[in-house]
């Protein structure tokens, strides 16, 4: 509870138990007689009446208030309920995105594998052609049909997609 409404409260309670006392010594001092005393006290059973039926209408208007917070509390639930929902439709599919282009990175990677590999065969048939020394010539042949392999794989790889 907040310093200030203990301030309030503390006061209200203070100056309440004081009319309450005032009341008593005043009520006691105009009548001193108790008989008196009595048909004065009778005279405010109307307004007794009269402010218990207004306590017992406040008790009613604060259960429809309630009953109205409690009707827009549930829709915000499920205003809250569907949101998540959508939330989670969205990151499914943010999910199914990623596992997308992680396939697309691995046929990427093979095709960077693939690739290098074949410009390897290719730059070995271009040395054998053209006669550079340390190179194999007779292995030509088994370096084009390497070439043509790797070529066939890349192909196969780009279908995939």
């Known amino acids: ?16 138990l004081l009319v309450f006392v005032a009341y008593f ?12 005393r009595g048909f004065f006290g009778d005279m405010f059973g109307g307004i007794n009446a009269l402010f218990s039926g207004l306590a017992f209408l406040g008790v009613i208007y604060a259960v429809v208030l309630q009953r109205d917070e409690l009707r827009l509390q549930r829709e915000e639930l499920k205003l809250s309920r569907e949101e998540l ?18 396939k697309s990175m691995e046929k990427t990677a093979k095709l960077n594998g693939l690739s290098s590999i074949l410009q390897y065969h290719s730059s070995s048939i271009v040395a054998a052609t053209t006669g550079i020394r340390g190179v194999d010539t007779t292995g030509r042949d088994q370096h084009r049909r390497a070439a043509e392999e790797i070529k066939q794989k890349i192909e196969d790889t780009i279908k995939d997609e």
């Open 1 to 16: 509870m907040k310093q200030s409404n203990f301030k309030e409260i503390s006061l209200s309670i203070i100056v309440t």
């Open 25 to 36: 010594f005043i009520v006691s001092q105009v009548f001193p007689e108790k008989s008196d």
């Open 85 to 102: 929902k959508k939330s989670v439709e969205v990151q499914q599919k943010s999910e199914e995105a990623l596992r997308n282009q992680i």
